[in-house]
């Protein structure tokens, strides 16, 4: 974003804006979680100044996964996932119930609680999967129920969620696919590159509805693969290495070079 289109869509001399103070203190504000608008880059589009916005997301994401890794070094029984969902209820229930709420590093506390319901209802399910899967159409029917149990904001904020995990993960749970199962996965990619190609294609190539999304549908599927091929996959088998190294460790084995 900073240093490919911010270098494209600045106002002034690229090489200007590549080199300068602002574009790495960007850089860095980005990588924290952090990011603003950069001066010129999207300003008289259709959403202006919005780069990306679908990364609001991961500093709350970022903080899931710190709160339940730091509750499973404890332990790692289901009843300290059990406690952090109960916590996220609360909490959601509370914020909604007296309309308050703050921020910190980027974080909105009521939809932290809010998606920790969606995180730690996904992790319990998770953990009890033996528990529930034989009977994972009486819980589907559950969580179909709770989507529409929506009288009030508190319902829609906490039942509609943890409705909305129960399908997804039953659902993904319960079908499976030999196309691309454990070859590749470019959901996270095109969850990052969505918003500026759409941006983009709307403002530069077609306002037409459905062209569109269709042009921006297959740009986000090369780029996801693209992401996968050369970023993610790599780390991922990084990642792979360092954990089998770890678990020769724990056996007494001697380590490889």
């Known amino acids: ?37 950069i001066p010129g880059v999207f300003a008289n589009y259709i959403y202006p100044n919005a780069m990306n916005g679908s990364l609001w997301t991961l500093p709350i994401e970022c903080v899931c996964y710190i709160a339940i890794g730091v509750a499973l070094s404890f332990s790692q029984s289901w009843k300290v996932v059990l406690a952090l969902f109960v916590g996220a209820v609360l909490g959601t229930a509370l914020l909604v119930h007296t309309g308050t709420g703050f921020a910190f590093y980027g974080v909105p506390l009521n939809y932290l609680c809010m998606f920790g319901i969606c ?5 319990l399910l998770s953990v009890t999967k033996e528990t529930w ?7 589907l029917t559950f969580g179909v129920a709770c989507m529409f149990i929506m009288p009030s904001a508190l319902e829609y904020s906490v039942l509609g969620t943890f409705g ?19 070859k590749f996965d470019i959901s996270y990619g095109i ?16 306002h037409r509805f459905w062209l569109g999304m269709a042009i921006s549908v297959v740009l986000a599927l090369v780029a996801g693969y693209l992401s996968y091929h050369f970023v993610e996959k790599p780390f991922l088998r990084k990642g792979r290495k ?7 460790a724990v056996v ?3 380590q490889p070079d």
Not at 119 to 123: N, T
Not at 242 to 248: D, E, G, L, M, P
């Open 1 to 37: 974003m900073t240093y490919v289109l911010g270098a494209v869509y600045t106002s002034g001399s690229k090489w200007d804006y590549v080199t300068s103070h602002v574009a790495w203190v960007t850089f860095l504000k980005y990588s924290l979680f952090l990011g603003q608008a």
């Open 119 to 123: 995180f730690s209802g996904g992790a």
């Open 133 to 139: 899967y034989p009977n994972r159409w009486m819980l």
């Open 164 to 182: 909305i995990a129960i399908v997804v993960a039953i659902i993904g749970e319960s079908f499976s696919e030999k196309l691309i199962n454990g």
């Open 191 to 206: 969850y990052i590159y969505a918003f500026p190609i759409q941006q983009i294609v709307i403002n530069k190539i077609t």
């Open 242 to 248: 360092t954990q089998s190294s770890s678990n020769i």
């Open 252 to 254: 007494g084995l001697p």
